[in-house]
């Protein structure tokens, strides 16, 4: 069965500093891996997807994402934060094993970026 | 122009309503969702729809039924409320059924049952 986990419910990080949002997932089949960001009152927006060749994916708003096969990991990342990167980040995954056309997401973190 | 869209933006009503949601989507996608956000954020799949045909029905009651007059609307009614079904409901798209393809969300509607 698919499974992903964020591990942290809570990032702080200080403006100007790198980030990471961690994310570990498990699939059947071969893994299809996304991140999605919510800003307050606001519905899910893609920033980034890995599906296959190059293992670091860039994608929206200078995020970035590392696949990690052997550790099953894709997390998400960005050199230099932003007080307006704070919002909630999801973690999801589909896969082309037994995982049907559903997507799983992960419980969500939370990043503050302080000023 | 929004992409997807669903209406009420905000719906309040009492025990035992009945209510529609709305969505709407422009891309021209043939996969529509409706997800369900609780008050702790987790999110959760209801429903799938595929050029309006039935493609998930995670184990939701009865009382929330789907209906997709044409690949581009996805609405959900929902009878006899709970107090239970206060949440965040979200209507997606994505381009179709595969697994490498994102999904685009609407704004959300706030349900609230009192």
């Known amino acids: 069965a698919q499974s992903v986990a964020q591990p942290e419910d809570q990032v702080n990080v200080a403006e100007g500093n790198p980030l990471t949002v961690k994310c570990t997932y498990s699939?059947?089949?071969?893994?299809?891996l996304f991140w999605y960001v919510q800003y307050p009152n606001r519905g899910l927006q893609f920033l980034l997807k890995?599906?296959?060749?190059?293992?670091l994916v860039k994608g929206s708003y200078g995020f970035e994402a590392e696949f990690n096969k052997s550790q099953t990991s894709f997390h998400l990342k960005k050199p230099s934060a932003l007080v307006s990167d704070s919002a909630l980040y999801f973690c999801a995954v589909r896969d082309d094993g037994n995982g049907g056309f559903k997507t799983i997401f992960g419980a969500g973190t939370r990043l503050f970026v302080k000023a | 122009d929004t992409a997807v869209s669903q209406t009420p933006k905000y719906l309040v009503t009492q025990m035992g309503n009945d209510k529609s949601i709305k969505c709407e989507q422009n891309?021209?996608?043939?996969?529509m969702y409706w997800y369900k956000q609780d008050s702790k954020k987790f999110l959760k799949i209801m429903f799938s729809y595929n050029n309006k045909e039935l493609i998930i029905n995670e184990t939701v009651p009865n009382r929330f039924s789907p209906k997709s007059p044409d690949k581009a609307h996805l609405n959900l009614h929902i009878n006899s409320l709970e107090l239970g079904d206060s949440a965040v409901y979200f209507c997606a798209s994505s381009q179709d059924l595969g697994a490498n393809t994102e999904a685009f969300f609407g704004q959300g509607t706030r349900l609230t049952v009192v």
């Open positions: 891309l021209g996608h043939d996969t």
């Open positions: 890995y599906i296959t060749g190059d293992n």
């Open positions: 699939v059947s089949g071969n893994p299809y």
